[in-house]
């Protein structure tokens, strides 16, 4: 089983829709979650982190699930922008920690 | 946001060749930066972290006779790709953890897109 797995999409929605992606762990010992958002050639930009009560920033809420190990990202009301990979990001303790990342999710929204 | 630099952007080197990447936390001070390599329409795979002062931990399957990680300073890491070959050309990304919160973001620089022809 890989440490962070994640449907790859890629997701294509008109603009305006509300859309979610969903990202399991297999480490129960981690600590930390992140979704970050990466552009075609381009690095990775953190979007959220991820807290246990679940978080919000505008459109975009992120929600974790400790006891199932998933999180989730909602986007709202899509914009053409927002059309990327989406990666999730889990902190695992390893000598002191390392980040792995999922494969990422790619989203498209279609005018 | 911490901003990290990463230089140069894009090389394009020989076969036998070695390339020297640097990557700098230009606003904060990162003890801990990590080393990913990208290969196109995948994810990153970590490659190392790297301590400020002390011995770079590698992941399985990456070469550190190949890959010399230097973490000479609080705000500079090295990656050298010695001895490149063709299939090391990658997207190499660092990036550097803004510590002291509880909740470890971390930050990447720009990358760099190696060619070795």
């Known amino acids: 089983r890989k440490e962070v797995e994640q449907d790859p999409g890629p997701f294509n929605v008109p603009e305006g829709a509300t859309v979610a992606f969903n990202c399991t762990y297999s480490?129960?010992?981690?600590?930390?979650f992140f979704w970050y958002r990466q552009d075609c050639r381009k690095e990775p930009k953190l979007l959220m982190s991820v807290y246990s009560s679940g978080n919000e920033d505008g459109r975009f809420t992120a929600q974790l699930n400790r006891a199932s190990q998933y999180i989730s990202l909602l986007i709202r009301d899509s914009k053409l922008s927002d059309s990327a990979t989406y990666l999730c990001?889990?902190?695992?303790?390893?000598?002191?920690?390392?980040?792995?990342f999922g494969t990422g999710t790619r989203l498209k929204v279609l005018a | 946001g911490a901003v990290v630099s990463q230089h140069p952007s894009r090389v394009i080197c020989k076969s036998g060749t070695s390339v020297k990447i640097e990557c700098r936390s230009l606003d904060f001070q990162a003890t801990t930066m990590f080393w990913y390599r990208q290969f196109p329409k995948k994810s990153l795979m970590l490659m190392a972290t790297?301590?400020?002062?002390?011995?770079?931990?590698?992941e399985q399957g990456v070469e550190k006779d190949k890959f010399l990680i230097n973490h000479a300073s609080l705000t500079l890491s090295t990656l050298t790709v010695t001895s490149a070959h063709p299939e090391d050309s990658s997207f190499y990304i660092c990036?550097?953890?803004?510590?002291?919160?509880?909740?470890?973001?971390?930050?990447f620089g720009p990358g760099t897109r190696l060619t070795v022809t």
């Open positions: 790297s301590n400020e002062g002390s011995k770079a931990t590698y």
């Open positions: 990001v889990v902190n695992v303790p390893s000598g002191t920690y390392k980040y792995i």
């Open positions: 990036s550097a953890d803004v510590g002291g919160k509880s909740s470890y973001e971390q930050y």
């Open positions: 480490n129960s010992a981690s600590q930390s």
